[in-house]
């Protein structure tokens, strides 16, 4: 049986000079590879700002937060800023549960992400 990893896709484009990945479907120990394959080539650019667009993503396990975490600790030791953006209530929940919520800069909207 094969892993159904169709669900998972990064994409990566620009929005206000700042590089935005946007990842949609499910974020797990299957995907997490290539997610985090995705916001290392970002981050490796050294940008200011990385906007991690998670509004298409259905669920995100351990791992994924994993590669979340390591990805904000690596941005913050270079003086740069991660930025989420969430929409899926049970994203946001799971982020409040774990107290990722206060370690993540949180927003609903890529646009509110965007350095001005």
Do not use: C, W, Y
């Not at 997610?35 to 080539?41: K, T």
């Amino acid at each position: 049986m094969m892993a159904n990893d169709a669900a998972f896709k990064v994409t990566v484009s620009e929005q206000g000079g700042a590089p935005v990945l946007e990842a949609r479907g499910e974020i797990d120990v299957a995907s997490a590879p290539e997610f985090h394959a995705s916001l290392a080539d970002v981050i490796g650019q050294d940008p200011d700002i990385v906007i991690v667009d998670m509004s298409g993503v259905t669920f995100i396990d351990s791992t994924g937060l994993g590669v979340l975490v390591a990805a904000e600790k690596e941005m913050r030791e270079g003086g740069h800023d991660l930025r989420l953006v969430v929409t899926q209530p049970q994203i946001l929940r799971l982020l409040e549960l774990t107290g990722l919520d206060k370690v993540f800069t949180v927003l609903s909207t890529t646009s509110e992400a965007v350095p001005t």
